[in-house]
Every structure is written in C-alpha cells, then in structure tokens.
C-alpha cells in the first residue's frame, strides 16, 4: 500500500509540474517571436568633448523599427544620403541583443572625433555596436564599441 500512494503522490506532483509549467512552455516556444511588431526607438546622443577641443552637439533621433522573428531593423533619413541612420540586428528569447549601426554623418557640429583632426564633415560613413535587453513591451541599450555616450529606449506600439 505504502508504494502506491508513493506512486500516486509522485504522480500528482508530476501532474501539477506539468500544469504550472504551461506559462513558460508557451513563453519558451514563442522565442525571440514574441518581440515581433513595431518598435519606437529613441536615440539620445550625449555631447561629447573632442581631442580638438570642439565639442560634438548632443542630439536626439526618433525612428520607428520592426522585429520579425526576433530579426530587428530600423532606419531613418535616404540610403546613401547624409544623416542616413540604419540599426540592425537579432534579439535572442531572453531579450539580450546585439545592435549594429551604419550611419552616414550629417551636420558637422555633431559629429565627434577621437582624434587630433577635428569631426568629418557631413557625408562620412560611420559604424558602432549596441548592447540593448528587451522585455514583450520596452527595451533600453548603450553603444559599446566607440567612447561617445548614446542611450536607447526602445518602446513596442500597439
């Protein structure tokens, strides 16, 4: 009698795991899908001091960007023109991402240069990394591959 209940007991446990679990199951299976949709991004470019001793404006880009698969791209302004900005990259299911920008500097008072030489001119193409964690409805990030600050929100519409 005494590995029958035994037996039963470790079946309603085994049971009520499987119940409780469904939520996760679900979450788990949708994957980085569950961010796909239409994203507001926000870019806010601090004010940064060049080697020169000029400074670099701050400044500010709203955009809005789509996740189709976990597979995230956005982008404002006309390919191959000055100030064009384009962000591309993958967010994982547990939401971490690794961003990529290719953008084509504008206005010469925002652009920087870690260098003697002063910022480009508008026209030059210009590259960094971003670091960013999403959750189902935000997300923040940082750029990581260059010594101007940026911070990034990002916002799921809809």
Request: hydrophobic letters at 30%.
């Amino acid at each position: 009698m005494l590995s029958k209940t035994t037996s039963l007991v470790a079946i309603g446990l085994a049971a009520s795991f499987c119940l409780l679990g469904q939520p996760n199951l679900k979450a788990a299976a949708q994957g980085p899908a569950k961010f796909d949709g239409s994203w507001a991004v926000t870019v806010d470019t601090k004010a940064y001091k060049n080697a020169n001793g000029t400074t670099a404006q701050a400044w500010v880009k709203h955009f809005v960007a789509t996740v189709k698969n976990g597979v995230f791209h956005g982008e404002k302004g006309v390919r191959g023109q000055p100030s064009f900005y384009e962000m591309n990259g993958t967010i994982q299911a547990d939401g971490s991402a690794s961003l990529h920008v290719s953008e084509i500097t504008g206005d010469q008072r925002y652009n920087f240069s870690d260098g003697q030489k002063g910022p480009p001119d508008k026209g030059h193409p210009y590259t960094y990394e971003i670091s960013a964690h999403f959750s189902e409805r935000q997300g923040t990030g940082k750029s990581t591959s260059d010594k101007r600050d940026r911070e990034f929100t990002f916002a799921k519409q809809g």
